[in-house]
């Protein structure tokens, strides 16, 4: 089972970046992106340039706290002076009063901006509301663009000393991209975690050039580095690379294979005629209503199977007594142990999501949308079904750790 409760160590004395202080960032630069083209657009020329169209000059900046869908804002704004038959006339933002009363608009605006990823066209669509008949520059996109990727980057970076997951979910999945010209398909390694009041939170996304051995290594590696703890439990499918991996960097955390893949991989090597009889039998073991009752399915299995169909019975003890160890846990979690379906319902709302885009324009712009439909709060993750037995489960282990 998983390690204990470890204090962290100096090299993990990092500032955790939290989802909410990256969406806090991004609400404020995207605002004052927007009031920035809004005054270009009033003033009818960029800064130091000369010409005939000019309509006023820069003023300075000046500071403001707006309350917006973060909380309190501080934005830094420009001041400048307009031309006018009547005399210089200071200029003021069209868009600031918009925003203090349409929460609503400016909220979905900057969420939308995010599931743009680096698209020019998409970012300038979800600013709209913002700017009205102003326009959107190439340097004010760029700035949007840099603001996601450096938030993207801030949170695969950010220390895990203070995060503890009592379960984890690992898996990956694959998303159509562009790379060199050409469209590939490009292998995303997830981690979904179980925190102790059974909330999950998405703890890693990364990209990478297959789900090897090499690739779950260095994302466990990485994940390890940041201060993260061992899990008392882990959830895989049957990937080898995945499971040695684990075995590696977290030797005592449990493992639970996940039966739905079991399931598939003993229909796929069963004749036709015996899918129905297969599945009900394989599902004695894991509905079973206990460890004692599902130890006697399994070897009621082998001895029907074991002539009959010798290829299922060897690909069932390939996944042996990990097929079982949700059993250790509290019945109300069972549903949710016994299967990778957390993470596959998220990676599921993924492909849904990029569908209709066919492909993505780059590997950055994949992590970006990702990372953004989570961000944005377009895809939640509720508590896992049992979720109050929790506490008993960390008791359990704590003292059976120490």
Not at 106 to 130: D, F, K, M, Q
Not at 374 to 389: A, H, M, P
């Amino acid at each position: 089972m998983g390690q204990g409760i470890r204090k962290p160590v100096g090299a993990h004395e990092l500032t955790p970046v939290s989802l909410g202080e990256l969406i806090h960032q991004h609400v404020r630069v995207a605002i004052e992106t927007a009031v920035q083209e809004e005054l270009l657009a009033a003033l009818g020329a960029t800064p130091y340039e000369r010409s005939e169209a000019r309509r006023g000059y820069r003023n300075g900046t000046k500071e403001r706290t707006l309350t917006g869908p973060t909380g309190p804002q501080a934005l830094t704004l420009p001041r400048a002076t307009l031309f006018r038959a009547a005399g210089a006339q200071e200029w003021t933002s069209r868009i600031l009063p918009r925003y203090q009363r349409r929460l609503r608009e400016v909220n979905e605006a900057v969420a939308a901006t995010y599931l743009a990823g680096g698209n020019t066209r998409r970012i300038r669509g979800a600013l709209r509301p913002l700017l009205k008949a102003a326009p959107l520059s190439k340097s004010a996109v760029s700035r949007v663009v840099a603001t996601l990727k450096a938030g993207l980057e801030a949170w695969r970076t950010r220390a895990l000393a203070d995060l503890d997951v009592i379960y984890v979910y690992l898996d990956g999945f694959a998303l159509r991209v562009r790379s060199a010209g050409k469209v590939v398909s490009a292998p995303v390694l997830g981690v979904v975690g179980v925190l102790p009041d059974g909330r999950k939170q998405l703890v890693a996304l990364e990209l990478c050039g297959g789900e090897s051995f090499a690739a779950w290594k260095g994302c466990l590696d990485d994940l390890a580095a940041r201060g993260l703890r061992a899990p008392v439990l882990c959830i895989i499918d049957g990937n080898a690379g995945l499971r040695r991996a684990v075995e590696l960097v977290w030797p005592r955390a449990g493992v639970q294979r996940c039966c739905v893949h079991k399931l598939r991989n003993l229909e796929r090597k069963a004749p036709k005629h015996a899918l129905a009889e297969i599945r009900d039998d394989f599902h004695r073991i894991v509905y079973a209503a206990s460890a004692d009752a599902a130890r006697a399915a399994y070897a009621a299995f082998e001895r029907t199977w074991a002539k009959r169909c010798p290829g299922v019975v060897t690909s069932l003890r390939e996944g042996g007594e990990e097929l079982l160890t949700f059993f250790r846990f509290p019945k109300a979690q069972w549903k949710t142990l016994r299967t990778t379906n957390v993470i596959e319902r998220l990676h599921g709302e993924f492909r849904r999501r990029v569908k209709t885009q066919g492909s993505l324009p780059s590997e950055d712009a994949a992590l970006i949308l990702l990372f953004s439909l989570v961000v944005s709060g377009q895809i939640t993750l509720r508590r896992i079904d049992g979720w109050r037995k929790i506490a008993a489960v960390l008791s359990r282990h704590t003292s059976v750790a120490a």
